[in-house]
């Protein structure tokens, strides 16, 4: 497994832009797919973004699409998500998570992802 560190998360107005950042140990970044996931207090946890090991194949939930993007630095072992254009509707906990058995694959399930950090606060206030 890989350990996972989600920081970046804040409060900020509808509008605003923040950038979060999962740094990875423990296993090289080139192992695994990533993805991004957030959760609010009584929902399931739901898909964000994702992408591939090498950064080539991404994948978005269609209520971030154009406002959002995820990309990774291998040498660095982080992941990043860009976001831009916030609602108060995407405030949640931002969860980012790791793949290991299917790197080549942004996969939108979190049942498939084996590794996740602790989450960030995302506050995006009106």
């Known amino acids: 497994q890989v350990q996972l560190v989600e920081s970046g998360g804040g409060l900020v107005q509808a509008g605003g832009s923040l950038r979060l950042s999962c740094a990875a140990s423990g296993r090289t970044s080139s192992s695994y797919a990533m993805g991004w996931f957030r959760q609010t207090p009584g929902k399931e946890r739901q898909f964000v973004a994702a992408i591939n090991w090498s950064g080539g194949s991404t994948a978005y939930a269609d209520s971030v699409k154009g406002r959002f993007t995820i990309s990774r630095d291998n040498a660095k072992n982080t992941v990043y998500l860009q976001m831009n254009s916030l609602k108060p509707e995407d405030t949640a906990v931002y969860y980012c998570?790791?793949?290991?058995?299917?790197?080549?694959?942004?996969?939108?399930?979190?049942?498939?992802?084996?590794?996740w950090g602790q989450g960030t606060q995302v506050t995006v206030s009106s």
């Open positions: 998570a790791a793949d290991a058995l299917r790197p080549y694959l942004p996969t939108a399930s979190p049942n498939m992802y084996d590794s």
